[in-house]
């Protein structure tokens, strides 16, 4: 590390505390922040990102989250507002221009650019507070206050950071959480008492700790050990218990159809081909039979002749149909999951978040000027649903989650509260087979069923489909890009987790701690520099009247 940052460290005990004047001042700039000079803060910010992506599937190398958050923040400290932003921009542009790589496989490089862009950019923004929160940190005369609440900052500064970006613009697009990339590892089941939020704070805060701890050269104490207890704590705190509710024979099909949206295909063939998987299932006792979003490509509402082979469906396999296909009603077009039985669907659940610029597309008007070749192949506009995601299957309630409405908690809390034994998660991959997408997106699924302690099943058109157990583990599955169907007896739980009673209140606290936490920060530091100035001279204070002659008497 260099030495290059002149922010004095008060509690310094080579500084006298009665030194007075300026030179006494300049004195105490002698124990520094350590800052990176430029032509390593970049490199090292961007190479962080990039391990970022690498701790997410495919390659899913979970430690290097640590490796990424820990050099992430060192490149911050010391750092002016423009220079975090530069900074966090090599951090975040390394990171999501490599994450989301798959969005080229939909529509092309345009929307990529374009979303991996605003999100870099808003990642960014975001940096500044965190190097403020640096700075000002520095400045504070208790050692005590630097080195425990400043790294508390931080991380909710960064978890700040992330629920800003899962919520805005456009309904937000929290794909990259840090909490989402620990399924395959040993802290995973702290999701289950903190949520994902709670998850990625925690994460920063050690990785806060450490950097902290190895920046700033100074005697060792035992209260220092404390990221270390708390480490060991996420290693032996078991996930909270749900209560077991016995099983529900659960039939799922992965048809591998043209579901993609540039496939070449013939109406009802995605329809022809979940038909065909299903096949192989009849005869099987099920409880309830799940196909993934967009199985059906033509709305059963209004297309009898789709409705009647749902109809002869359902009686064949003697079990209710869980699918999901476009429906109209009225002037609006909905992303629609339906329970079929015998004729009707009754329970309905449409998707809540659409996809910004893939099922609709924001501002229309403004973007056709931009780009109106790629805005005019997306004609059909999807609304937002307002009803419960949950149908009831024999008085058992399954909880849903339409595509990317995984990454989105409300929904999955909405869920659990509503009654939810286990959850469908029903997902069309095909625009973009062959990229992390899929399993970037089983891992969400993952952390969603430790989360809560439900079993997932979750159904692709083309895959990857899995059956999850509560505990985040594998029960039965299919390989991607190919047909699938089998029956997987599903373990059903009662009961809520910490996360799930907490989550609400977490999200809204984290935003009002950082900002009220950065605030306090500010003003300390203010009132640190504004004490730490020396008295005025006596001849100062009494100005130029001190200055005069007595008078002659």
Known sequence: ????????????????????????????????????????????????????????????????????????????????????????????????????????????????????????????????????????????ERRATRRFLLPVLIAVLWAARELLLGTWPYSGFPWGRIGMSQAGGPFAEAASWVGVAGLTLLIVWLCACVVDWAARPAPRRRAELLPAAVILALLLVPAFPTTAAGSLRVGWVQGDGPAGYFDTRSPGDVLAAQRQASDALLGEPMDLLVWPEGGVDSDPLNTPATARILDELVANAEAPLLMNAATARGEDTYNTSMLWEAGSAEQMHDKVNPVPFGEYVPDRWFYERIVPDLVGLIQREYTPGTNPPLVSV????????????????????????????????????????????????????????????????????VGTSQIIAPDGTIIDGAPADSPAAAVTAVPLRTGLTPAV?????????????????????????????????????ASAKGGAAAELPPKAS
Do not use: K
């Open 1 to 140: 590390m260099t030495t290059t940052d002149t922010l004095p460290l008060r509690d310094d005990p080579d500084v006298p505390r009665t030194a007075l004047g300026r030179g006494a001042r300049e004195q105490r700039t002698t124990t520094t922040v350590r800052r990176l000079p430029w032509g390593a803060a970049i490199p090292i910010a961007a190479v962080s990102g990039l391990l970022l992506d690498a701790a997410f599937p495919s390659l899913g190398w979970w430690p290097l989250a640590f490796l990424s958050i820990a050099g992430g923040l060192w490149t911050l400290m010391g750092r002016s507002i423009g220079g975090a932003f530069l900074v966090g921009l090599a951090y975040g542009a390394a990171f999501y221009f490599t994450h989301l790589m798959w969005v080229v496989q939909f529509l092309g490089p345009i929307p990529w650019v374009a979303l991996a862009g605003v999100e870099s950019l808003l990642f960014a923004l975001g940096a500044i507070p965190i190097a403020l929160a640096y700075r000002w940190g520095a400045l504070l």
């Open 501 to 537: 009673l907490v989550g609400p209140t977490l999200t809204l606290i984290i935003p009002i701690a950082a900002l009220g936490g950065l605030l306090a920060l500010g003003l300390l530091e203010r009132r640190s520099r504004t004490t730490s100035l020396p008295p005025a001279p």
């Open 394 to 461: 024999d008085g058992i309630q399954v909880g849903l989650a339409i595509c990317f409405d995984v990454i989105y908690d409300s929904v999955i809390w909405d869920g659990v509260r509503g009654g939810a034994q286990f959850y469908a998660f029903q997902t069309n991959n095909a625009d973009f087979r062959g990229t992390d997408e899929n399993l970037q997106q089983l891992e969400f699924a993952r952390m969603r069923a430790i989360e809560t302690g439900r079993a997932v099943v979750n159904v692709s058109t």
